[in-house]
């Protein structure tokens, strides 16, 4: 019997971020390399079994995807982009999300129909023999700077360690949506972004403080800039800025002259952000917090900004 948005979360069409190739897809049951730079189809790689998420590991020159439909995980050679391992966990275990540790030496794995974490060696892709036994029923997880799970429920964030000890729980007051929750490795903070309305929840892992606050308008997108130090909320028609360890409003209901607004991207170098609605794109200049006069105009509408290529 699996939450309504891990039901839907299977039939969507899921793209990821790479390290070395610019972007990998899930659609359906395959898996696909795209290189917007070569103006080619989109390379399958592997075919899986209601596959759900995957990550690279640079380092070892591998992709890991894991298959929600035969709890499975497969091994890409990110060189020949061939499958050159297969991993069995038990039938019923259901896994879904992937999360790598701060030494990249392992990739863990949610065990959702267990309720449980596995890990899995980076260096021999086998199944290392130490399990993680959740205290709560986990529907997806983060690793933070110290190695340290924290593990989304339906109410709240539990925090364990890599050994499973429960070192907080917590219960916020905020109906977020958990696949939106973002970390910021630059100041150890995560964000919690609403499902609907408009407030809005940090929790600094370091101090162990929880802050939420109340805007005046409903937040459809969040992000912290490249540093860390600030937080964007975005609404319909207008964009808020706070301090991230405080969530002091420091700027609220910015224009940024369109409507229907829907999610948002920054640039690399942090001087802009992207912010999509319908099939334009408008651009915000951070430095001035002003919108810039150009746009740029779609053939359709867009629903998702995916990535930054590499360069």
Sequence with gaps: KLPPEVKNAISDSNTFKLSRYNLATISGSSISIIDPLDNQKPQIVANGNKPWDIITVPEFNKMYISNFGDSTILVIDLKSLKVIKEINFDKTALITKLGISPAKDKIYVLNFGLNK???VSTATDE????EIKLNNSARTFIVDNLGRL???NASGLVIQTDSGSVINSLDFKISFSYDKAIYSKQTNTLLLVPSSGNNLASYDLSSDKATEIQLKENIVSAAFNP???KIYALSASSLSILESGTMKVLRENIPINTTGANNMIFSPDGRRLFITSGSNVSIFDINNESM??????LNGPADNIIAWSNN
């Design 127 to 130: 199944i290392n023999t130490n």
């Design 117 to 119: 974490i596995s890990s």
């Design 292 to 297: 810039i006069s150009e746009h740029l105009e």
């Design 150 to 152: 924290l593990l989304f």
């Design 227 to 229: 540093s860390g130090d």
